[in-house]
């Protein structure tokens, strides 16, 4: 059983920064392919990041590329997600992902399995 808890959305201003951690209930947190995704209201769920497991591969989407940068602590079975120069298009509901598999493409929704419940984040202009 993994659970997933995401914290540190809340509302920021154009131009703010934000840091969201995501904790895992998870034995073996090393063993997890873990990532970032965004849903706002009336949109699919988008890739926004990734890391590897032993964080030595990281990848962005492009339109967060120089603004986002992700991380994992796998002592605290933690991954983070830094946010800066945030936009008002970076608005939404953003979820960690957890995979253990790794037969798919990081970037696909379908490569995860376990997800968080989700935390806003909400820029405004």
């Known amino acids: 059983q993994v659970q997933l808890v995401e914290s540190g959305g809340g509302l920021v201003q154009a131009g703010g920064s934000l840091r969201l951690s995501c904790a895992a209930s998870?034995?073996?947190?090393?063993?997890?392919?873990m990532a970032w995704f965004r849903q706002a209201p009336g949109k699919e769920r988008e890739f926004v990041a990734s890391?590897?497991?032993?964080?030595?591969?990281?990848g962005y989407t492009d339109s967060v590329k120089g603004r986002f940068t992700i991380s994992r602590d796998n002592a605290k079975n933690t991954v983070y997600l830094e946010m800066s120069s945030l936009k008002p298009e970076d608005t939404a509901v953003y979820y960690c992902?957890?995979?253990?598999?790794?037969?798919?493409?990081?970037?696909?929704?379908?490569?995860?399995?376990?997800w968080g419940q989700g935390t806003q984040v909400t820029v405004s202009s």
């Open positions: 992902a957890a995979d253990s598999t790794g037969v798919a493409p990081r970037s696909w929704v379908r490569a995860y399995v376990h």
């Open positions: 998870v034995r073996t947190f090393s063993s997890y392919d």
């Open positions: 890391i590897s497991r032993s964080g030595g591969y990281k």
